[in-house]
């Protein structure tokens, strides 16, 4: 189904909505704006990861995706946003999906990241400081 330009611009205001609620978030597949369904998702580009202390926009999505383009070309790579309910921070990164909590736990620990998302619960799981001894 080819998408258009107004469900786009509908889509990215929904996704950035999606950050300005605690625990809030997305990921996305680039190639076709579908929600990613199932899984462990973790950012895995430190160096493209944007944090807010404010509400994020769909300019502020548009931008991202422009800077990211590179790293959202590459095989098995997603869009990801996400609202840490601890502090308010929207975070918008590039991540990978993962079937295996382990391997979303060590992908994690080396990319420094605080928390993965597991589809099956919709939930973030925090990266224990332990992991990463």
Same mark, same amino acid.
């Given at each position: 189904m080819? #998408?258009?330009?107004?469900?786009?611009s509908?889509?990215?205001?929904?996704?950035a909505?999606?950050?300005?609620v605690?625990? %809030?978030?997305f990921s996305?597949?680039?190639t076709?704006?579908?929600?990613?369904?199932?899984?462990?998702?973790?950012a895995?580009?430190p160096?493209?990861?944007?944090?807010?202390?404010r509400?994020?926009t %769909?300019?502020?999505i548009?931008?991202?995706?422009?800077?990211a383009?590179?790293?959202?070309?590459l095989p098995?790579?997603?869009l990801g %946003?996400?609202?840490d309910p601890?502090?308010g921070?929207?975070y918008l990164?590039?991540?990978?999906?993962?079937?295996?909590l382990?391997?979303? #736990?060590?992908?994690a620990v080396?990319?420094e990241q605080?928390?993965?998302?597991?589809?099956?619960? #919709?939930e973030?799981?925090?990266?224990l400081?332990?992991s990463?001894?």
């Open positions: 080819a #998408m258009t330009l107004i469900y786009w509908a889509r990215i205001n929904a996704i909505d999606a950050l300005s605690p625990d %809030g978030g996305l597949d680039p076709d704006g579908s929600d990613v369904r199932c899984g462990y998702a973790v895995v580009h160096e493209l990861e944007r944090v807010y202390e509400r994020v %769909g300019v502020d548009h931008e991202y995706v422009a800077q383009q590179d790293a959202l070309s098995g790579r997603v %946003g996400w609202c601890e502090t921070r929207a990164d590039v991540s990978v999906v993962t079937a295996d382990s391997e979303a #736990m060590a992908l080396k990319a605080l928390a993965i998302f597991d589809f099956s619960a #919709m973030s799981i925090p990266v400081a332990s990463v001894a």
